[in-house]
């Protein structure tokens, strides 16, 4: 069965919102009720970023959620992926990579989006080798307590 990004809607929100990660890992990651409340607003940095939340599908059945944040007018950056997880259930599945990849398409198909960024937590492990398996290279800087990383997308 494939894996699907599809939007959050007044329909998929509650579904969405009962996905969770284990509980040694609630660090890395907001709930995604506060992810979907903060989408709503977006964020202001060098101009305005829109959010954009989706869920993770396996066919009907919500598996995960992500959330990125665009910004075509800032010099550095133009996408922030914002979160990413996968409920305790189905990870170690390939779905987490799957989802990224179809973003990372998304992205390729936007000419406006240069460069692409992600953070994550020093001690998340799994997080860290998937990006850098992605092509994120880790610039040295934090964002906040995070690792800060990049993609070169063109
Ligand atoms: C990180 C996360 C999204 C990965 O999703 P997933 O579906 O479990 O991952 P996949 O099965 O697609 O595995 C992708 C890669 O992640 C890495 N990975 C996943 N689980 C791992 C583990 N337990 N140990 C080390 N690496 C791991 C590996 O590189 C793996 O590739 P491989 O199987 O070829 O070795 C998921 O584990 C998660 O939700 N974690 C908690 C929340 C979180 O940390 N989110 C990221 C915040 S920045």
Redesign the pocket.
Known sequence: MDITLQPVTAENWRNLIQLK??ED?NH??ASNLLSIAESQFGFDDEGHWNSYPFGIYLGDMPV?FLMYALNPAHSRIQAFIM??????K???????????NLLLERFQGDRDIQKVA????PE????Q???A?LGFIETGEMAGD?NLAILNLR
């Open positions: 990660v284990r890992q890395f990651v995960g979160r990413l997880m996968v409920d305790e189905f990870q170690g599945k390939g779905y987490g990579r799957q989802a990224m992600i953070s994550y937590s998340n492990v799994s997080a080798k998937l990006y398996e995070e």
